[in-house]
């Protein structure tokens, strides 16, 4: 299981995150998508600081 912090990096992720997260920020997702695993199965959970 891979925990991915989507919030910016600097303003959010730099101040306090889930321990093990891996920060890729949504509007860079295309640029880091390679510290994603290559392995299809492994479970992502994405976490955000919206609303839902």
Known sequence: ?????SRPKRAKFDKGHIPSAISIPD??????KG???ADKSTPLIF???GFT
């Open 1 to 5: 299981m891979i925990i991915v912090d």
């Open 27 to 32: 509007t860079q997702f295309d640029k880091f």
């Open 35 to 37: 510290k994603l695993p």
């Open 47 to 49: 976490y955000c600081g």
